[in-house]
């Protein structure tokens, strides 16, 4: 099965300042890398996704990077707002194809400091 | 429109007893997933239902758990006996095709927190 590893565990900057998380996954047919912000008390929503015909895509201020061959992917956050304070999982598909079921990172609390 | 929702939102219970909590997916999602997250962990997948597909259950941690969809739509996951270990937030999602290249987004509850005295 896939094996999804998260960095950092924590990540504290200053707003306006960007934010960088990265994963690592094992399977080298995975298609699909998708990323999930969770506010307290509430659960994960998706906030961008990327397939793996692309090697970025953008949506205001935030963006994800894929590098295939590395088999790693980074969401970035720039200029950062207190609003983005939030834990973010990444995740990656168990299996190739359509398939579903993914698995997650272990997570990284973000902290925007005002 | 509506999202996926779940109850109760919280559940205290002594140990030993059985808890049934629920899930209402997103009118016709397919696909109901179980996680499972303990205290500022990540996701721990439980089971998964697609369709009339036999669910796949490889992530429920022991006999005492186990989980139903009935009529393809609400699901709720019963713990037998429950231990203190059983502790968490216990969030329900469900999502549309597993078609390849279909959107695989999955629409989270917002979670039963779940506390085993």
């Known amino acids: 099965g896939e094996n999804v590893e998260q960095h950092p565990s924590t990540l504290s900057v200053q707003e306006g300042d960007s934010a960088v998380i990265k994963c690592t996954y094992s399977d080298s047919a995975s298609n699909y890398f998708p990323w999930y912000k969770q506010e307290l008390g509430k659960g994960p929503q998706l906030i961008i996704d990327i397939r793996s015909n692309v090697g970025e895509k953008k949506d205001q201020r935030i963006a994800v990077t894929l590098n295939k061959t590395a088999k790693h992917f980074s969401l970035h956050i720039t200029e950062t707002q207190p609003e983005d304070s939030a834990v973010y999982f990444c995740?990656?598909?168990?299996?190739?194809?359509?398939?579903?079921?993914?698995?997650f990172g272990t997570g990284t609390k973000l902290q925007v400091i005002p | 429109g509506a999202g996926v929702s779940q109850s109760p939102s919280n559940k205290v219970t002594e140990k030993g007893k059985d808890v049934e909590l629920r899930c209402d997916p997103i009118s016709g999602h397919t696909a109901l997933y179980w996680y499972r997250q303990s205290l500022g962990q990540g996701l721990e997948f439980l089971i998964y239902f697609q369709g009339n597909s036999a669910p796949d259950k490889s992530g429920l941690p022991s006999d005492r758990f186990s989980a139903e969809r009935t009529g393809g739509s609400v699901s709720t996951l019963t713990i037998q006996r429950t231990q203190q270990e059983d502790s968490a937030v216990y969030l329900c999602a469900s999502s549309t095709s597993t078609l390849a290249g279909a959107d695989n987004e999955q629409f989270f509850g917002p979670g039963t927190r779940l506390t085993v005295l």
């Open positions: 995740a990656a598909p168990n299996r190739p194809g359509g398939y579903q079921k993914v698995t």
